[in-house]
């Protein structure tokens, strides 16, 4: 491709959609240097978590461009493999995946570990999409739902038997909103709402594992066990309130280089944040995410066909839905889970399936209507 073609499809694309993902990544690295500092660079900086966080950007910030010369509409003749290959994936994992602190989610390849998890909420979201856009004159009637319910159950039960259960209530979530977008009627989801409500107390009881309810125990109460089950929470909620405005600065943070937060570089990433970047460091990254946000909607609004929307309201959904529960388990409004904060947790599968998406998303802004190119 020439420079001036290079240039001219620089100026297709959606500087929001552009600005925000890899501002995003650029502090996931420093917050992820900071997180693993020093332990994270005894066996040099190239095998550094931050360092390869940094080349996974860089990985993805290519794949998005890659995808936003492309058609997305290419993604419509696909998802059926798309979605079967990932759920089979998925069923790899179950039988005969990567076990890392009792719950397999990963697949080892050489030195390289692979999360399907991650790659499934794309291919479900593409898989509703069309369905909800082949069908679309049906989508208020009763057997849509079902149909669509039929779609999202296979990658969600075989997330939860990971066992995953926050990946597999951002499966849900997606869902939920895209059923919203496609038009299914609001009795049948106010009606699936309460059911599901009404049968929650028994799936607490006969559903969940005996950690994942001790997650709910601690969640009301951590001060029962601060040294246990309670333990993260707490020290998440001092790294965020020790912050104060401004920050203790990189590097600085007590509960952060001292490392009385676990797993702070992925699933509390945002404690971190909170503690050395201050209240003025979440309010720019909570800036970028609602710039990417508003972006995403635009381009679902603008799209030239009702695939083009979905796809684009299922990404939009998907990103939210990480970002809420992300911080809202970060400050204790919600019980522990590990989903990764989009862009800013280490996990290069996270990372490069979050570019793929915006790269999806400049493609449907680029076609979109009344196009000026």
Same mark, same amino acid.
């Given at each position: 491709m020439t420079t001036s073609a290079s240039r001219q499809a620089l100026l297709q694309l959606d500087w929001g959609l552009l600005v925000a993902p890899v501002? /995003?990544?650029?502090?996931?690295?420093?917050?992820?240097?900071? $997180?693993?500092?020093?332990?994270? *660079?005894? $066996?040099?900086?190239?095998? =550094?978590?931050?360092?390869?966080?940094?080349?996974?950007?860089?990985?993805? !910030?290519?794949?998005? /461009?890659?995808?936003?010369?492309?058609?997305?509409?290419?993604?419509?003749?696909?998802?059926?493999?798309i979605y079967l290959g990932v759920i089979l994936l998925l069923v790899v994992v179950d039988v005969a995946g990567a076990s890392v602190g009792g719950v397999k989610r990963w697949i080892e390849v050489g030195p390289i570990q692979v999360q399907p998890s991650e790659m499934a909420k794309f291919s479900t979201l593409l898989a509703l999409a069309r369905l909800f856009s082949d069908f679309k004159e049906h989508n208020a009637r009763l057997p849509?739902?079902?149909? =669509?319910?039929?779609?999202?159950?296979?990658?969600?039960?075989?997330v939860f038997l990971q066992p995953d259960l926050g990946t597999a209530v951002v499966f849900g979530a997606i869902w939920f909103g895209m059923a919203v977008m496609a038009g299914v009627r609001p009795l049948y989801l106010i009606g699936l709402v309460l $059911?599901?409500?009404?049968?929650?107390?028994? $799936?607490?009881?006969l559903v969940l594992k005996g950690y994942q309810q001790e997650r709910f125990h601690t969640f009301l109460d951590p001060s029962s066990d601060p040294l246990g089950a309670g333990y993260n929470v707490l020290q998440s909620e001092i790294s965020v309130g020790s912050g104060g405005f401004w920050g203790k600065g990189l590097l600085n943070g007590?509960? =952060?280089?001292?490392?009385?937060?676990? !797993?702070?570089? *992925?699933?509390?990433?945002? =404690?971190?944040?909170?503690?050395?970047?201050?209240?003025?460091?979440?309010?720019a990254i909570f800036g970028l995410f609602i710039l990417l946000l508003w972006r995403g909607l635009e381009a679902a609004l603008q799209a030239q066909d009702n695939f083009g929307r979905l796809v684009a309201s299922g990404i939009v959904m998907l990103v939210l *839905?990480?970002?809420?529960?992300?911080?809202?388990?970060? !400050?204790?409004?919600?019980?522990?889970?590990?989903?990764p904060l989009p862009f800013l947790s280490f996990g290069g599968s996270s990372l490069l399936t979050m570019f793929f998406a915006i790269g999806v998303l400049q493609s449907i802004y680029r076609h979109r209507r009344k196009a000026d190119w």
């Amino acid at each position: 491709m020439t420079t001036s073609a290079s240039r001219q499809a620089l100026l297709q694309l959606d500087w929001g959609l552009l600005v925000a993902p890899v501002l /995003l990544a650029a502090v996931g690295v420093l917050l992820v240097f900071s $997180a693993s500092f020093p332990q994270g *660079t005894a $066996a040099g900086i190239t095998a =550094s978590p931050a360092f390869r966080h940094g080349l996974n950007a860089l990985a993805g !910030v290519f794949i998005m /461009l890659v995808m936003a010369r492309l058609d997305y509409r290419l993604l419509r003749t696909f998802t059926p493999h798309i979605y079967l290959g990932v759920i089979l994936l998925l069923v790899v994992v179950d039988v005969a995946g990567a076990s890392v602190g009792g719950v397999k989610r990963w697949i080892e390849v050489g030195p390289i570990q692979v999360q399907p998890s991650e790659m499934a909420k794309f291919s479900t979201l593409l898989a509703l999409a069309r369905l909800f856009s082949d069908f679309k004159e049906h989508n208020a009637r009763l057997p849509m739902l079902v149909a =669509s319910l039929l779609v999202v159950l296979p990658p969600t039960a075989l997330v939860f038997l990971q066992p995953d259960l926050g990946t597999a209530v951002v499966f849900g979530a997606i869902w939920f909103g895209m059923a919203v977008m496609a038009g299914v009627r609001p009795l049948y989801l106010i009606g699936l709402v309460l $059911a599901g409500a009404a049968m929650l107390p028994l $799936a607490f009881l006969l559903v969940l594992k005996g950690y994942q309810q001790e997650r709910f125990h601690t969640f009301l109460d951590p001060s029962s066990d601060p040294l246990g089950a309670g333990y993260n929470v707490l020290q998440s909620e001092i790294s965020v309130g020790s912050g104060g405005f401004w920050g203790k600065g990189l590097l600085n943070g007590t509960q =952060s280089q001292l490392h009385f937060l676990r !797993v702070q570089q *992925t699933d509390f990433i945002f =404690s971190v944040l909170g503690e050395e970047l201050g209240f003025i460091g979440a309010m720019a990254i909570f800036g970028l995410f609602i710039l990417l946000l508003w972006r995403g909607l635009e381009a679902a609004l603008q799209a030239q066909d009702n695939f083009g929307r979905l796809v684009a309201s299922g990404i939009v959904m998907l990103v939210l *839905t990480q970002v809420f529960i992300n911080i809202g388990v970060n !400050v204790r409004l919600l019980p522990v889970t590990g989903i990764p904060l989009p862009f800013l947790s280490f996990g290069g599968s996270s990372l490069l399936t979050m570019f793929f998406a915006i790269g999806v998303l400049q493609s449907i802004y680029r076609h979109r209507r009344k196009a000026d190119w």
